[in-house]
């Protein structure tokens, strides 16, 4: 009854080390995020998209420079771990997009760069208003579910260009 007791123990104690060791070599190249390559115009989308996964994977803070307060082993890990999520992230970019990314070596650099993409946000708020109102206006058949999916879509991207505000008065001013 002893050595099976052992031998459960030190089973146990290998599968938490070769865990453990899994999660700093975890190869994050053969992932495939089923998510719409950046194109630009796409932006909101595709971020919204990549940072959900980026958080479903514990890994949200990939996107911003690393803290220079880091062990010379974290620092190993988080130079590995960024390399794989970068390259993950440079298979979302349409293959016209890459070459503009292509010198980028950190998530955070690719991040940063992609907003770049759509910064302009009066030509982004003119272009959801007109969504809005082309939708409004359509005279297509929609099922209810498509129609009311591309009025919260865009409810979502107006309200990241023009926050609402918990007090009235500064919100009307501001739209």
């Known amino acids: 009854m002893t050595s099976s007791t052992s031998t459960a123990s030190s089973t146990t104690s290998t599968f938490a080390s070769a865990a453990s060791d899994l999660s700093v070599y975890t190869n994050y190249v053969n992932v495939h995020l089923s998510i719409d390559k950046l194109t630009g115009p ?10 959900l996964w980026l958080k479903s994977q514990r890994y949200l803070d990939y996107l911003v420079p690393k803290a220079p307060s880091l062990t010379p082993v974290e620092d190993d890990r988080w130079d590995t771990v960024d390399a794989q999520l970068c390259v993950v992230l440079k298979g979302t970019l349409d293959p016209l997009l890459k070459q503009i990314f292509c010198s980028y070596e950190t998530c955070a650099q690719i991040w940063e760069h992609a907003k770049l993409l759509d910064t302009n946000d009066t030509q982004r708020l003119y272009s959801v208003c007109s969504q809005f109102a082309d939708l409004i206006a359509s005279k297509h058949q929609a099922s209810m579910t498509d129609y009311i999916g591309k009025i919260h879509a865009l409810f979502h991207e107006f309200n990241e260009l023009l926050p609402p505000s918990p007090d009235l008065v500064p919100e009307i001013a501001q739209r």
């Open 42 to 51: 796409n932006y909101a989308t595709w971020s919204s998209d990549v940072r």
